[in-house]
């Protein structure tokens, strides 16, 4: 299947800083890409979808100003946490879809551990 | 308001035996439905899907079935093995833009004993 790496796999960070994830596309291209958030021993949580070369669209409750995303090419997207607090450690993840076929199925990330202490 | 539901959130199986996971969707307008498979600190792993047109679609070890009427999908492992312990998620989508956003279930931690 289709390849897609997400970095880094863990973060620890200060609160207040911010944080970076990359989420690229190794073999294909992908015109989409969503960002997801699992809290513990719950579902994931869709916070975004990332279009290249336009803003991304916001789910409802998401705050846009604090998750910085940015899809700059056909390979790769970004996710920046922006002054971390605690309350938003997390498990994130990325996926990709594989052409604009209505029925290709989403790969993803192996997704990213952010603590903020 | 959850869409996609997994009522069981754990389920044990003896090695060798059938796995059932069940899931539960409220939206009729979902038309295609997946199921993915995740350990623990690593991004879920596509499985098998089922279109609505379709009732069953089988995958070596793994059958999916749909019962459109009931909103009620399950996913069906036999035989059962170790390998197999993970959380399964369920998830579903319907067709409108091309962005085709994935509504996930809460999970079933799956257990296979030896």
């Known amino acids: 299947g289709a390849v897609v790496s997400q970095h880094p796999s863990r973060v620890i960070c200060k609160s207040g800083t911010s944080v970076k994830i990359e989420c690229r596309s190794l073999d294909f291209q992908a015109t989409t890409m969503f960002w997801y958030r699992q809290f513990p021993k719950q579902s994931l949580m869709l916070m975004a979808t990332?279009?290249?070369?336009?803003?991304?669209?916001?789910e409802q409750g998401v705050e846009k100003d604090k998750f910085l995303i940015n899809h700059a090419s056909l390979t790769l997207s970004t996710l920046t946490v922006t002054s971390a607090h605690p309350e938003d450690s997390s498990f994130y993840i990325c996926?990709?879809?594989?052409?604009?076929?209505?029925?290709?199925?989403?790969?993803f990330g192996q997704g990213t551990r952010l603590t903020v202490v | 308001d959850q869409q996609v539901k997994q009522n069981s959130p754990s389920l044990s199986v003896q090695e060798g035996r059938i796995s059932i996971l069940n899931c539960d969707y409220t939206n009729s307008m979902f038309d295609y439905f997946l199921w993915y498979k995740k350990y623990p600190a690593e991004g879920p792993t596509f499985l098998i899907s089922i279109s609505s047109i379709k009732d069953k679609n089988e995958d070596g070890r793994f059958t999916v079935f749909l019962n459109k009427s009931a909103k009620h999908l399950s996913l069906h492992i036999v035989p059962s093995q170790p390998g197999d312990s993970a959380v399964y998620f369920c998830a579903a989508t319907k067709n409108g833009g091309s962005a085709r956003q994935l509504t996930f279930g809460s999970g079933t931690q799956l257990t296979v004993l030896p």
């Open positions: 990332s279009n290249e070369g336009s803003k991304a669209t916001y």
């Open positions: 996926s990709a879809r594989v052409g604009p076929s209505r029925n290709t199925e989403a790969f």
